[in-house]
């Protein structure tokens, strides 16, 4: 096991109607000002918006809204958060909704506590962001596991570069968690959020250090999100099923199934350019290469695939290639049946590609032949590109 230090210090409010606890979360942490954050209206359209706007009223706290957010969230309409927050005078934010709100939230709690600083400066790691305002999330989609994560990830349309600030900064001081809440989901939303669960593991596990206590985690987390998931596109009003998914996407990036690895995280930095390039949901980004990631990689230790495949997907019997290749191809078939695009062509956002463009991708995500990615296989920018022309069919 690899030296580790883990810090996962966001309280967590489980179960039905704990949105209503908000107002007292918020005064838990110090919050009087809310910047209430929010995208492009489901929470309008469910009645949650009114419901916490009320919450926050009946306990006296002020509270000012900034909707508008779209998924892959852009750094410029963040600093148009920003400039609310500054002008209303937050002291707390607070993202009611997926991901991309909640990144959202914890872009504007870094600006508005640097205001002179770029914080795009703060995303290129060019200056380091040292404190932040306090940030909440109610969470309506198990997916991206922002409200437990140290991450938040940005697009910069004028450069189009789609890029992730991991900081401690960044975890929600509480994180509402109400599985009704996503009820209101679209069934391909409710596919895309349990693929990337499984890819937040999945991005952990393959990596070069074996560690038992770990594995078993990440393990037990990916076969009880491959079962759910199973159930909640076919019914995502199924109490237990969306309570185990909300549950494991939080456990699946606050680092647990990880714990005593280098990580990989090859797969996000391929999907992250496609989201760049071509506005396709993160979810999305992810299925479309990880059959042709996994087949590039598996050489460099078919022992780990076919673990993979006997723990994950109760596979035996083959050689250790075989196995390895079986593993490969339940998670692909897994990921088709949830309705989720394994190719350029079947992704719509996409589609077939030029071999120019594929370049271009493969250049980017290198961030112009200035770094390789991935510890489980080392992929330089001709890797790269090798994994998104397989992926182009
Ligand atoms: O914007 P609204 O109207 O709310 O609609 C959203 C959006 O269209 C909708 N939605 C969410 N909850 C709903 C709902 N519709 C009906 N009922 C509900 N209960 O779903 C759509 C997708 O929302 P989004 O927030 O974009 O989804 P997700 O949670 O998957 O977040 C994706 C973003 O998070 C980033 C991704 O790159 C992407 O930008 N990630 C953030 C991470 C982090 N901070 O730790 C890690 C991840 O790897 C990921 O990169
Ligand atoms: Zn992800």
């Not at 109607?17 to 929010?38: F, H, P």
């Amino acid at each position: 096991m690899q030296s580790f230090t883990y810090l996962s210090p966001t309280e967590v409010i489980f179960g039905k109607d704990t949105q209503n606890k908000v107002a007292e979360c918020v005064r838990k942490y110090d919050g009087s000002r809310v910047l209430l954050v929010y995208g492009g209206g489901s929470v309008i359209r469910s009645g949650l918006l009114g419901q916490v706007r009320q919450v926050l009223a009946d306990a006296g706290l002020a509270c000012e809204e900034f909707g508008g957010v779209q998924p892959n969230p852009t750094l410029e309409h963040a600093k148009k958060g920003i400039r609310s927050a500054l002008e209303f005078q937050a002291d707390f934010l607070l993202g009611v909704g997926g991901g991309s709100v909640i990144d959202t939230a914890k872009a504007i709690a870094i600006g508005a506590a640097n205001p002179t600083a770029d914080i795009w400066d703060f995303w290129c790691r060019k200056a380091t962001a040292t404190h932040a305002l306090p940030t909440g999330a109610i969470l309506t989609i198990p997916a991206a596991g922002s409200e437990t994560s140290n991450s938040a990830v940005l697009t910069c349309t004028a450069t189009g570069s789609k890029r992730g600030l991991s900081s401690d900064l960044n975890r929600p001081r509480f994180a509402i968690m109400n599985p009704e809440l996503t009820y209101t989901l679209p069934v391909y939303q409710v596919a895309c959020g349990v693929t990337d669960i499984m890819m937040h593991t999945l991005d952990r596990y393959f990596n070069p250090v074996d560690n038992e206590l770990t594995d078993a985690i990440a393990e037990a987390l990916l076969r009880t999100v491959i079962a759910k998931g199973r159930i909640a596109v076919k019914d995502s009003h199924d109490y237990d099923a969306m309570s185990e998914l909300m549950w494991a996407g939080s456990l699946s990036h606050n680092g647990l199934t990880g714990l005593g690895g280098p990580g990989d995280f090859a797969v996000h930095q391929l999907g992250h350019e496609l989201s760049a390039m071509f506005g396709t949901a993160h979810g999305a980004s992810l299925s479309t290469v990880w059959g042709s990631w996994a087949l590039s990689v598996c050489h460099a230790r078919p022992e780990r695939f076919a673990r993979y495949a006997r723990n994950v997907w109760g596979l035996d019997g083959a050689g250790v290639n075989d196995l390895a290749m079986a593993g490969i191809r339940s998670t692909v078939k897994y990921f088709a049946g949830l309705g989720m695009p394994v190719s350029f062509g079947e992704n719509p956002d996409i589609g077939i590609q030029k071999d120019e463009v594929l370049r271009e991708l493969a250049y980017r995500c290198s961030f112009q032949q200035t770094r390789t990615i991935g510890t489980f296989d080392v992929l330089d920018v001709k890797r790269i590109y090798e994994i998104y022309r397989e992926a182009n069919r």
